[in-house]
């Protein structure tokens, strides 16, 4: 029998992505000046306020010239919180920079004399997870509600089109799949979206539901490759906006928080999740480096055929840099066989896998650049299924999402004996 799932997004706009968006970027900015940098960074948004909080450990090159003020300002300004209507925007919003050395103690443990000994910077456990679904690996749920706020970003900043937008949006997209697990079609999309108060509230709402239908979906469905659009049927559920008028918005209309979308940063619901939030995280916190690293693994193998679907799993102690333990669920769906014609176990596979990938916190860091200024680019629409890229800080080129590369998919091939001209590609 078919069953239904379902996952959200938020926009750039939502209070909770604002405060990741500056936390990442403080990030980048001490990272700029120190590769080395320790940084635990929170922020808290609300009604015309900004609260930064934490931890940093860098040097004092570091220290003199990272503007925390300047720099969330020029995130809130980026987004599109401009007008003082918004009762949060970049020039009149206070800022209270509360940032402090971090503990010795905790920097006894992640610190070492030969850098390849540095421990993990906390306990924990962390999941990566992939599947056939998309092209890029990523469950169609969450592809989706990501690619419609994303849509709904470049037609407000375009201004051309839906003039009334506001920074803050949310999405929703419900999938039907088969009792085999396939996309069989879209059951329901939800969009709520911030707007201008431009008319009677029901001529309004009748207006942005009209819009949404006729300009925003038409873009998404040509962004998509053929067998989602199919997706797309006649009856499909939509809720646009379903509470009514939504002109208070952003930090305004709800506080945010760094760190409070991990699902919507990660798989939307699928697979595991190990509690740790990412944002506002140097490379040193597991939470964050081992959630790359894991997802990595999982796309791997499922791009290698080792499986359709992978959960990937480590966890750490403390101060320690060899992982304390190494997971991995196909789901009962892996195709590799020993020499004698036997089905792999996944326990078979889990210690091929711990065999190629080493996931010491410093191999991991190295592995994607993790000491370089790349993170601004993570902190909204997902830190998973992003395409890699370049990005340009100061002058110097980095590699962005090294993470999402399928460089490791030939020897995966090659450890479980499968034929090189073996093709995964989504279904």
């Not at 402090?100 to 030969?114: F, L, P, T, W, Y």
């Not at 049927?233 to 209309?253: A, L």
Request: proline share 3%.
């Amino acid at each position: 029998m078919s069953y239904l799932f379902t996952s959200e997004s938020v926009s750039e706009g939502h209070p909770d992505k604002v405060a990741d968006q500056i936390s990442d970027a403080i990030i980048d900015a001490f990272l700029t000046y120190d590769s080395a940098a320790k940084v635990a960074c929170e922020t808290f948004v609300t009604t015309g306020l900004v609260v930064i909080g934490g931890e940093i450990k860098c040097n004092n090159e570091a220290k003199a010239n990272v503007d925390v003020q300047k720099i969330t300002r020029n995130v809130i300004n980026k987004i599109g919180y401009n007008k003082s209507e918004y009762q949060f925007d970049a020039v009149s919003c206070g800022i209270l920079n509360a940032l402090h050395e971090q503990s010795s103690d905790i920097n006894q443990g992640v610190e070492r004399a030969k850098e390849e000994d540095q421990g993990a910077g906390d306990q924990g456990m962390m999941f990566g997870y992939a599947c056939r679904e998309t092209d890029n690996f990523m469950p169609l749920p969450l592809e989706l509600s990501h690619l419609l706020l994303k849509e709904l970003s470049a037609i407000r900043k375009e201004g051309k089109k839906m003039k009334y937008l506001r920074p803050d949006a949310k999405s929703q997209v419900t999938i039907q799949y088969s009792d085999k697990g396939k996309p069989e079609k879209i059951e329901t999309i939800v969009i709520s979206t911030q707007h201008d108060d431009f008319d009677a509230d029901e001529k309004m709402l009748a207006k942005i539901k009209d819009d949404v239908l006729n300009i925003l979906i038409p873009r998404v469905k040509k962004l998509v490759p053929a067998r989602v659009k199919k997706l797309f049927g006649n009856d499909i559920k939509y809720h646009i906006n379903p509470t009514g008028k939504f002109v208070i918005g952003g930090p305004h209309g709800d506080t945010g928080l760094t760190g409070r979308k991990i699902i919507v940063d990660t798989y939307g619901g699928r697979g595991a999740h190990g509690g740790g939030a990412f944002s506002g995280k140097d490379s040193s916190k597991v939470d964050r480096s081992a959630a790359y690293a894991t997802r990595h693994i999982a796309k791997n193998l499922v791009a290698a055929g080792v499986c359709d679907e992978a959960l990937v799993q480590v966890a750490y102690a403390i101060g320690v840099a060899q992982p304390v333990g190494l997971y991995v669920n196909t789901y009962n769906l892996a195709k590799v066989r020993n020499s004698e014609g036997r089905k792999l176990t996944d326990g078979e596979i889990a210690a091929k896998v711990a065999n190629i990938f080493d996931m010491r916190p410093s191999a991991i860091v190295k592995r994607f650049g993790l000491k370089n200024p790349i993170y601004s680019e993570t902190a909204a629409y997902g830190h998973m299924g992003r395409t890699p890229g370049k990005v340009t800080v100061n002058g110097k080129v980095y590699d962005t999402f090294g993470w999402e590369k399928l460089d490791y998919v030939d020897t995966l091939k090659k450890e479980f004996h499968i034929a090189e001209s073996a093709a995964v590609t989504a279904e």
